[in-house]
């Protein structure tokens, strides 16, 4: 019996106290906007490394030449090194191995 009492006491508030609103929108479309980069991360990578070589002269290239002259400079040292221990050698030049299309005055 209580909760009939209640269900009827919870019907007269919401049906004094509750109001229903409607709301009617003039166009049933809705604009999507969607943002995109404008530029991708591939795309700014491209364009630093292409301003590299157009203002600084610098490519793949040079950095594979780089790293083999510095690779040879190493492995030369490291023969000197050597050979300054072992006292067998006495004139030994610093560079042994040049590229081709180098001078040949080391």
Known sequence: M???????AV???????????SIF???PYVNRYVRE???TEITFVGTVGGLFGLFLGFSF??????MYLSFMWALDKAKTMKASDN???????LFKH???GYSNRY
């Open 2 to 8: 209580a909760s009939l009492e209640l269900q009827k």
């Open 61 to 66: 290239i040079s950095v594979i030449e780089i």
């Open 87 to 93: 006292k067998d050698e006495t004139d030994v030049k």
């Open 98 to 100: 040049v590229p081709i």
């Open 37 to 39: 980069e404008k530029i």
């Open 25 to 27: 929108l003039r166009d």
């Open 11 to 21: 019907y007269e508030y919401a049906r004094h106290n509750i109001a229903k609103v």
